[in-house]
């Protein structure tokens, strides 16, 4: 057997060696220990925020992690979320530390509920969007997008009941995909239910690309902008 593939049969399987002790490791409890500990002081440091979960575990593609039966806690400035979830978790871009701050892919949230609480401005004149934008801006972390599934959130007087939905989050508009079991919002008896839509907020618009609504027994099929 020639010289050279019995140097490439060697690396190849010294490859297959580490790969699997590497998953092997990954795995561990120990490992599991390590990780759950600088998630909590991660969270705790950087993001002033109490987090509670009975296990984690790595994800490789997209590279990530996942909790899971997990309770967060973040309090700061006034601006106060609570949430329980099945699986709460996060995925990181492959140019995660490009600028100034950490780049989140995407944040998942799973079989859960979040309630969201935004202080009031003190300056009468400040945009809701406006608003939003300083909110996110606080985070030492960027966010791209926002999955969430079967779960239940509660932001600004506004409660949706959530199939799938998912937010991608960009400088000047957010993009809404999914489906919406229904909405109810504070001081109006009107409910919506189950709704498919596809639209874009800006900071005075909000554009529906595409909605279905079915209330009762009817179907409605639409499209428009709503103006502020």
């Known amino acids: 057997m020639p010289r050279h593939n019995t140097?490439?049969?060697?690396?190849?399987?010294?490859?297959?060696?580490?790969?699997?002790?590497?998953?092997?490791?990954?795995?561990?409890?120990?490992?599991?220990?390590?990780?759950?500990?600088?998630?909590?002081?991660?969270?705790?440091?950087?993001?002033?925020?109490?987090v509670r979960f009975s296990s984690v575990s790595v994800k490789f593609f997209p590279p990530g992690l996942a909790l899971e039966n997990v309770r967060v806690l973040y309090d700061k400035e006034g601006t106060r979320i609570e949430s329980q979830a099945g699986e709460l978790g996060v995925s990181f871009s492959y140019d995660v530390l490009r600028g100034k701050r950490t780049r989140i892919h995407e944040i998942f949230l799973h079989e859960g509920w979040a309630k969201i609480q935004i202080p009031k401005s003190e300056k009468s004149d400040v945009h809701p969007w406006d608003q939003i934008q300083d909110e996110l801006a606080k985070l030492p972390v960027e966010i791209e997008s926002i999955v969430v599934e079967d779960s239940r959130i509660e932001v600004m007087g506004v409660e949706v009941d959530i199939s799938n939905l998912k937010a991608l989050i960009e400088p000047k508009n957010i993009q809404?995909?999914?489906?919406?079991?229904?909405?109810?919002?504070?001081?109006?008896?009107?409910?919506?239910?189950?709704?498919?839509?596809?639209?874009?907020l800006k900071r005075d618009v909000l554009k529906f690309n595409k909605i279905t609504v079915l209330q009762k027994r009817s179907k409605i099929k639409a499209e428009g902008v709503i103006e502020n």
């Open 7 to 50: 140097v490439l049969k060697f690396f190849a399987l010294l490859v297959v060696v580490l790969l699997g002790a590497s998953w092997a490791f990954l795995h561990s409890r120990s490992f599991g220990r390590l990780l759950s500990k600088a998630i909590t002081e991660v969270s705790s440091k950087q993001f002033n925020a109490k």
């Open 176 to 200: 809404f995909i999914g489906e919406v079991k229904d909405v109810t919002v504070a001081g109006i008896e009107q409910r919506l239910d189950l709704a498919s839509l596809e639209a874009t």
